[in-house]
């Protein structure tokens, strides 16, 4: 029975309710050593009924090795008897069977192998629900942890409870936490005679038998320990009937804690003491009693039958309730007892019992003792950590790695090795969302690396790589403009253009000018000459349109990136998006090693440029998850930015102006103006959008004034037409064909319908023409442009006096709009069709305007053919949650088949063709 806990227990109660409804989540149990954390997860895993429960302990010995708690945790659904890892997605499948050791080939990618966990959790979790208890949070290996945190902060449509206990101070992001504190005077009283009545049962007589604890000294005892349940048991057990009563005076200090346990490990016999280190630094049975009988005995110990006087040792260990063996495992009773024995260990002793279990064990554990035993720096040792770390990156467990290769660097001799291991511990960390601690880790590398040239430009070329992902884009410029490799100016025109510093990134290009031909170096150069203005002259133009002939030949998301770029600079803002799309889907497949938010920046960027605004708005929606997960704070500010434009075009004031300014918070202190340009973007579209023509066109004016670090050149191109609309509702001629000269030089080269689309009704804008509009209708295949294009055009004629014609230019704008959610661009749609004559109420949408972002990307998935399990490999979800979202879409559509929910996605994309907008 619990004492006092009758709030955590319900807080406890309720996550495994709503879990049972198909509502799960998590809960953090938080509190020192000894409040009841252990006892509460005990009872929690009684009340579960008929879900399925799944336990595991963080152990501190095995805190260093990669993916030990994920093992013992998923070991009941995926041994061979009770496997459902057949279940899974094939590259979810492979991801978690090669972190576990299991017959597959090691993927490399932690966003897949969490994904691969939270599958495997949803279907344990048939039929009846399951829970995930783990103990002792903050010893948890840390490629296991970030994979149970991944799954953790996605429940909240499995049946799935997850409970995790913690000590300390560790911060465990996105989950709600509880606290413990210490036992009020009442519990106290009531948990302390309950152990006396116990102790009295069970001997029938004993020191405290038939006595209360006295209130007096209740509150004492509460003030003292602070209500700790654990001390408060072990001290009760050592007190005098005369002391519980209040006639004789406490002992000062109290015993308890560490000084109560530590006097029962010095109580211990030589030989318990010495079992009972063995089993604080390893916790398998068999290993602890061949150490036993291989250890040099130590004074007092008989040397032998050294195995029965192991097993002796172990039996003492249990009389005094230290250690409970159970199965294959020796475990302390609490781990204030392993820290006790610990400690009271001499350090050679300590180094003694490693050095002679390394001998015993292999792979992992056999670096990790042998690390513990060295003294000093061992090159054979640090060369095994080396490759456990290079084992746990294979299989995604980054965190580990760089922990192991941290170690391996300390006991490296040679100090440019030192330095190389130092960078790779560096890389490490970063993948495994830790920027902070990679940064620090490739400083000291830089330190060790003296005059070795290649490991230094190795080193300068990751701190320019982690700058520009996480930290000043500025910064990241001036350490990668040293560099003379393809690759290290490849990276600095990346930050370069992230910066929006035009100058250096002519720069760039010229540099890569030297370099042998091919797809990098002609896109490097292109865009030089391109922004020197030699495009077409200069031959720009010829070598970013040679390298996009090679598209085919590409194969990487980074290459198709660079694709990307180099559509950009063509004028095909709709290639370009295209491009993005195919670099996503190259990322999604090929383990991008936690690479993926930063290529879905891309990819939400096109999908909105392509008028896929619902399709942007849920690839960003995941892209600022996982980079806020990776630690990738200039990417989390992309993301942002985005979605401020989405909810500009949907006409959300408050919600556009918030994320812009959380977007800013980042990138302007980091200078990536890039994205300081998409946020101002944002808010010159919400003035648009609401008709605030002034307001629209002062920010379109300041935007393209900002300088590098403050704007950017892209975006200013970009959003040429948006600007040109704005000033001429401003009624500033002047500035819109200013604007439109810029403009069309930059588009001259554009080959594709939609851009000539947009040129065409900048023209129209600005010259009056309805035929402008006429034309670019007849070329656009963007159906959001189509329908602004079309607005603009029935407005015109409505004003010419000629309504019939205005008429269904209108009407196929506002549906549009509103198909898009885009509703001040259809209400503004609406007023012009009543002014035409026109009753206009919008018609109900579209069946598929009912879903959300989310729910559309899946059903478009469905169109194109894919399976649940194909469906949830690619957007980083369990199948069964892909059948949650199906299972919401049926109904809202009045459907009950994927053929019919295919078919519904197949008519509206007929019903947004560009015929069918005019």
Known sequence: MLFGRSAEIAAIDDLLGRARGGAGGALVLRGDAGVGKTALLDLAATRTGSMRVLRATGAEPESDLAFATLHQLLRPVTIPAGGLLDALPEPQREAVRGALGLAGAASGDRFLLAAGVLSLLAEASVPDGLVCVVDDFQWVDRASADALLFAARRLSTERIAMLLSVRGALPVKGLPSLTLGGLPPDAATALMNADITSATTRSGASAGAGVGVEAGVVRELV??????????????????????????????????????FGEQVAALSPQARQVALLAAVEGDLDLVLRAAATLTPSPGVTASPRTDAGRAAL????????????????????????????????????????????????????????????????EEVAAALAATAARARERGGYGDAATALVRAAELTPDPVSRAARLKDAAVAAWLGGRPGQAESLLAEARERAGSDPVTAAEIDQLRGRFELNSGSAAEAVRILSAGESLSMLADAMEAASYV?????????????????????????????????????????????????????????????????????????????????GRAGRVARVSGMAGQLPVV??????????????????????????LAREAGYGNTVAAHLANLAVLAALRGEEETCGRLAREALAIAVPHRVGLRVGVAAYALAMLELGLGRF???????????????????????????????????GAGDTRAARAALEVYGRRSAHARTDESRALLARCHALVEDDAGGFEEALRLHA??????????????????????????????????????????????RAQGELRAAGESAEPAPGPLLDALTPQELRIAGLVADGLSSKEIAARLFLSPRTVEYHLYKIYPKLGITTRTELARLVVLRKAGTARQDML
């Open 694 to 728: 002034a307001a629209a066109h002062d920010r379109f004016t300041a935007m393209a004034q900002a300088g590098p670090g403050a704007g950017h050149p892209a975006v200013v191109w970009r959003s040429a037409p948006d600007r040109i609309e704005a000033a001429v």
């Open 223 to 260: 003030r003292l320990t602070g209500g700790n349940p654990l001390a408060l048991r072990e001290i009760v057990r050592l007190l005098s009937p005369a002391q519980l009563a209040g006639r004789e005076p406490l002992p000062d200090p109290l015993p308890g804690g560490a000084q109560l």
């Open 500 to 580: 929006g510093d035009t100058e250096a990134m002519i720069r760039f290009g010229g540099r890569a000018a030297a370099h042998p031909e091919g797809f990098l170096r002609d896109v490097l150069v292109g865009i030089g000459l391109m922004l020197s203005g030699e495009g077409a002259d200069g031959g720009g133009h010829g070598l970013l349109v040679r390298a996009l002939g090679r598209v085919g030949e590409l194969t990487e998301a980074a290459e198709f990136l660079w694709a990307t770029a180099a559509a950009s600079q063509l004028g095909e803002a709709d290639l370009s998006a295209e491009l993005a």
């Open 782 to 827: 963007n159906p959001f442009e189509a329908a602004r294009t079309g607005l603009l055009l029935g407005e015109r004629l409505r004003r010419a006096y000629r309504p019939g014609e205005a008429r269904p230019r209108l009407r196929a704008a506002m549906e549009t709009f509103e198909a898009a959610g885009a509703r001040p661009w259809a209400r």
């Open 315 to 378: 039996h003492e260990l249990e009389a005094a309730g230290l250690v409970s063996v159970s199965g294959a495992g020796v475990r302390f009773r609490h781990p204030l007892i392993r820290s006790a024995v610990h400690e009271a260990a001499a350090p050679a002793d300590r180094r003694a019992v490693h050095a002679v279990l390394g001998g015993l064990c292999e792979g992992d554990r056999r670096a990790w003792h042998l690390a513990a035993a060295a003294l000093g720096q061992d």
């Open 600 to 625: 879905l920046e891309f990819v939400a960027t096109g999908e909105r440029i392509s008028g896929r605004l619902a399709e942007s708005q849920a690839i960003s929606e995941e892209g600022l998850e």
